[in-house]
């Protein structure tokens, strides 16, 4: 999908633009073959109830599959980026960097010369 340039604000999801969704999404991106859930924990520093909870909202947009298995007799709770995931949150990535591009660009002091002032006492 082309990112409308004309107005990227469009572009930035909801169910990423958010802290602790943003740090899920971006932790599982390096993360291949999945986290598991203590180790996504660790990585967000998010309590067991926050992280299900965004888990729970991710996993109903697609962004995310949840995998419950068992190791032995020790569950284990894997979550993996979906496909749509990985794509859905590139399209975001790229529009949050336009539209902090041009906030920053927005920011940055006029190319007109600006007087430089001496520090105190110099």
Do not use: W
Not at 44 to 72: P, W, Y
């Amino acid at each position: 999908m082309k990112i409308d340039t004309d107005n990227p604000y469009n572009e930035l999801k909801r169910v990423f633009h958010e802290p602790s969704r943003l740090a899920i999404m971006s932790a599982l991106c390096a993360a291949a073959s999945g986290l598991s859930f203590n180790e996504l924990k660790a990585a967000c520093d998010l309590t067991d109830g926050n992280q299900s909870r965004h888990l729970k909202t991710l996993e109903s947009a697609g962004m995310v599959t949840i995998k419950k298995s068992f190791i032995g007799a020790k569950p284990r709770t894997t979550v993996f980026l979906s496909d749509q995931g990985r794509e859905s949150f590139l399209e975001y990535l790229s529009a949050l960097e336009i539209v902090l591009q041009r906030a920053a660009d927005a920011v940055q002091p006029s190319d007109v010369s600006l007087t430089q002032v001496s520090p105190a006492g110099a």
